[in-house]
């Protein structure tokens, strides 16, 4: 079955850099386009960046532009996430998502997260 595993989650002051990782298992990795989003507390799940299936598009949120970096590696099938210039508005569980649209069908699959938490 399709697996997806986060890690790399830490605990960082304001200002530091963490870089996640997230592997996938059980599917075709490079048909993919890759997500990352992210969960704070009492907040809904919101989108942080994506990639495409080749790597030669990306977008960001507002939020992290300039700060965050989504990469790809279809050889080990890993889309990676390296944070930099850590705020403590991007403590959240992230997670990593993959997605394809196939004969009219859209498939999606999550990771089970990975917590940051950034304060002094």
Do not use: H
Not at 85 to 95: E, I, M, S
């Amino acid at each position: 079955q399709v697996q997806l595993v986060e890690s790399g989650g830490d605990w960082v002051q304001p200002g530091g850099s963490l870089r996640l990782s997230c592997v996938a298992s059980g599917l075709t990795f490079s048909n993919y386009d890759m997500y990352w989003y992210r969960q704070a507390p009492g907040k809904e799940r919101e989108f942080v960046a994506t990639l495409n299936r080749l790597g030669g598009s990306t977008s960001y949120a507002d939020s992290v532009k300039g700060r965050f970096t989504i990469s790809r590696d279809n050889v080990r099938n890993t889309v990676s996430l390296q944070m930099n210039r850590l705020k403590p508005g991007d403590t959240a569980v992230y997670y990593c998502k993959a997605g394809l649209w196939s004969a009219g069908k859209r498939f999606e699959y999550w990771g089970q997260g990975t917590q940051v938490t950034v304060s002094s």
